[in-house]
């Protein structure tokens, strides 16, 4: 009896242990992460392209375009995703694509849907570089986005998400991944007052980031002046491909600037002119930029707040 008992016993373990096992198995499956979908746009550069949509509750803030430059000897990260598992995703994607490790994080500015991804790479080995502003704007938006991540994009974020660089850009560095230089260049308060760009020579191609806005309404969040100056420098240069923050890559720069530059200088324009006639921001909102209307995606979600933005910067201009 005993013995029936003892074996009875054994077989309970064992069956218990199998559980086990095949649970972890499937708890496993359930929570692997799969691989952000990439395309190699050129030589050793990769793109994950984003929705042009709201960042919601839905995408959970994944919306931009991220992605890595790979080098003879290891890979740097351009922007980390809008939310952690991104992060993960966007990690997968670069371990399927090359077996050299990642040495830099570059995020090319504040904004959530560029940097939620950044603890994914937050391992000894990496530095993460941003422009010199990138640090304070982080230590001045973070708590804000902390809070609002869970309400917006149904996404639990605290202090340890927002990784702020290890090394900082005051006007230009460079970086080697290995037989790749990347020129890193801090611009001038554009897009926000922390935009950097990623200039690969051995492609001739220059990572913008939201510097460059295709299909997707360009958004200020730092200077319309400053930015149009910015791309009037800019647009003089050849660059064989352009990758923006959203949209698809351009190959005939400076051609695909010209809708971000008209829809920019049009605000400068009629903004300008309503001040100068004595009318209110109210007004401004209402009228001016609507020429521009149907040539952008998420239009009605961003211009008037662009128009407030713009027209609270030209108020005070001489
Ligand atoms: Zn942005």
Redesign the pocket.
């Known amino acids: 009896m005993l013995r029936v008992g003892i074996q009875f016993f054994k077989i309970g373990m064992i069956l218990k242990i199998l559980l086990l096992i095949v649970g972890f198995f499937i708890s496993q499956t359930v929570i692997a992460i799969t691989a952000l979908k990439v395309t190699e746009v050129t030589s050793g550069i990769f793109v994950h392209f984003g929705q042009h949509q709201l960042p919601d509750k839905i995408n959970h803030g994944a919306i ?1 375009n991220i992605g890595f430059i790979v080098g003879d000897t290891c890979v740097a990260v351009i922007d980390t995703g809008g939310n952690p598992e991104q992060g993960y995703a966007l990690k997968k994607a670069i371990e399927q694509n090359t077996k050299k490790p990642v040495c830099y994080v570059i995020n090319t ?1 504040v ?1 959530p ?2 940097i939620y991804g950044n603890i994914a790479f937050k391992q000894p080995g990496v530095t993460f570089i941003g422009h010199k502003n990138l640090t304070r704007a982080m230590a001045s938006r973070g708590q804000y986005y902390i809070d609002k991540a869970s309400e917006q994009l149904d996404i639990k974020l605290t202090a340890k998400h927002i990784i702020p660089p290890d090394k900082t850009v005051k006007k230009q560095i460079f970086i080697d991944l290995g037989g790749r230089k990347l020129m890193l260049t801090a611009h001038p308060t554009a ?2 007052d922390n935009d950097l760009t990623v200039f690969d020579s051995k492609t001739n191609t220059l990572w913008m980031s ?1 510097l460059l806005f295709i299909e997707h309404l360009p ?1 200020i ?1 730092g200077s319309l002046k400053g930015w149009l100056k910015e791309l009037k420098r800019m647009e003089k240069k050849h660059y064989k491909m352009v990758v923006p ?1 959203h949209g698809p890559v351009v190959t005939d720069w400076p051609k695909s600037l010209q809708a971000e530059k008209n829809y920019l200088q049009t605000l400068l324009t009629e903004i300008r002119q309503m001040i100068a006639e004595g009318k209110f921001i109210e007004e401004a909102v209402e009228k001016v930029g609507y020429s521009e209307k149907d040539k952008w995606k998420l239009f009605d979600q961003f211009h008037k707040r662009n128009v407030t933005t713009a027209f609270a910067e030209l108020e005070w201009e001489d």
């Open positions: 931009a500015h904004h849907d560029h897009h926000t939201d958004v969040d923050g």
